[in-house]
């Protein structure tokens, strides 16, 4: 999905299996549900939490730069 301005992403999935976490176990320590932990692994997200980031940074023991990803987009339309 990439926009006029480029694209964020998350890098939930690869940072778990990094440190051998399942979905499950994260979602139940940070007493995250489910469904909405899914979204934002597959980058289906319209907006972050703040909080969310915090608590994925620290459990995670990852920098916002290793958890979060900007994508530019594919064509530029800066004038």
Do not use: W
Request: charged letters at 35%; aromatic letters at 8%.
């Amino acid at each position: 999905m990439d926009s006029d301005y480029g694209v964020v992403k998350m890098n939930i999935e690869e940072l778990l299996e990094k440190a051998g976490i399942s979905k499950n176990k994260i979602c139940k320590d940070l007493d995250l549900p489910r469904p909405n932990f899914n979204k934002y692994c597959r980058n289906q997200f319209q907006r972050i939490d703040a909080n969310l980031i915090a608590k994925l940074c620290f459990y995670l023991d990852c920098t916002v730069d290793e958890l979060i990803k900007y994508e530019h987009p594919k064509k530029s339309k800066k004038k």
